[in-house]
């Protein structure tokens, strides 16, 4: 089975664009591949030196993936700051990878811009530890966003550029893995175009029905089709869209022969969007509670998940390190 790896910034609840975007898809990844999850606290240092309460905010993240259904049996979900062998690889990465190319990548442009006054080596590095990430588990294949791109392309250098100067074939060029084909965009309830944090129009998994109810019958609508089989403006293809997500094909359908016959109640509509989303977002919900109530067994996932990791990363350390020249300790 081919290795996936995939590191989860560790910013905030989940929100249904998270789960039907990507969560959805890890979940049905794991029985396709040998998968790998972990958190990406090390790299959150590079933007928060104080990152506060690290243990409850990891434990957050852990009980709202495996309330989605990441099973830690088929798929590992560790800490990355849980595996110090990642630094071994990090450093050796180092060595090879160059001024120029870390100073050209966006996203560093974009952080210098955004914190002058803290520019720091490990900003510059992100792309290293992210391929070191990558590497040490020598995966295939690294589900991500498109704006991971251009990290993804210095993890396949580092990876191409070990192998030159030492002349080996031992990293493969881990690929980028989109499932945007299979993955919905959920759009927000503002009218806007995508549900995001920084945009404020989120659902989240740990909404009650109440306040999901509250945020859908808020949404942004129009003032109605005003003639027959009209185009929908993009507010009520929005709302559209989440039936699709959440409802039956009859229930679409009824809505939009109202939309097309204008009769339609935006009231009706957006109470059986609420019903429908809270239908799917209770029952994980439900989940989050019970495991974020049972700190042991988090931890022992985590505990569990580092060291099938470590192990992992241990081999292909001593690897690395067998081939540069080092006595393997
Ligand atoms: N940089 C990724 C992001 O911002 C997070 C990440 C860190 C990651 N290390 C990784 C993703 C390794 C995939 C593989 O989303």
Not at 68 to 80: F, H
Not at 117 to 124: I, K, T
Not at 207 to 225: E, F, Q, Y
Request: proline share 5%.
């Amino acid at each position: 089975m081919e290795k996936v790896v995939s590191g989860i910034r560790p910013t905030g609840n989940l929100h249904l664009g998270n789960y039907f975007g990507a969560v959805k898809s890890f979940v049905a990844m794991q029985d396709q591949y040998q998968c790998m999850f972990f958190i990406a606290d090390w790299h959150s240092l590079t933007t928060h030196p104080k990152p506060g309460d690290i243990q409850n905010s990891v434990r957050t993240i852990l009980a709202e993936y495996l309330a989605c259904g990441i099973d830690p049996v088929k798929a590992p979900i560790y800490v990355q700051s849980d595996v110090r062998e990642t630094l071994e690889l990090y450093l050796y990465l180092n060595m090879n990878c160059y001024l120029g190319e870390l100073e050209r990548v966006t996203t560093f442009k974009e952080k210098a811009r955004q914190q002058p006054d803290n520019v720091n080596a490990g900003l510059l590095t992100y792309p290293t530890l992210m391929a070191a990430d990558i590497l040490q588990h020598r995966a295939a294949k690294v589900p991500v966003g498109k704006d991971q791109e251009q990290n993804m392309e210095m993890a396949r250098r580092c990876a191409r550029r070990f192998n030159n100067i030492y002349g080996v074939e031992f990293f493969p060029e881990p690929q980028n893995f989109y499932f945007s084909d299979k993955a919905l965009k959920v759009p927000g309830l503002d009218g806007s175009g995508k549900m995001g944090k920084s945009t404020g129009n989120c659902i989240y998994l740990r909404d009650d029905d109440k306040t999901i109810t509250k945020k859908v019958m808020k949404a942004v609508t129009d003032s109605g089709p005003t003639e027959p089989n009209s185009e929908k403006p993009e507010v009520i293809e929005n709302l559209f869209t989440f039936l699709r997500i959440a409802s039956t094909p009859d229930t679409y359908q009824y809505f939009d022969e109202k939309w097309n016959d204008c009769s339609i109640r935006y009231g009706d509509l957006k109470k059986q969007i609420a019903q429908d989303l809270c239908a799917i977002v209770a029952p994980i919900r439900e989940r989050i509670e019970q495991f974020s109530a049972d700190t042991a067994t988090l931890d022992r996932i985590a505990r569990d998940g580092a060291e099938v990791a470590r192990q992992s990363a241990r081999a292909t350390i001593d690897e690395v390190r067998r081939i540069i020249g080092f006595r393997i300790i």
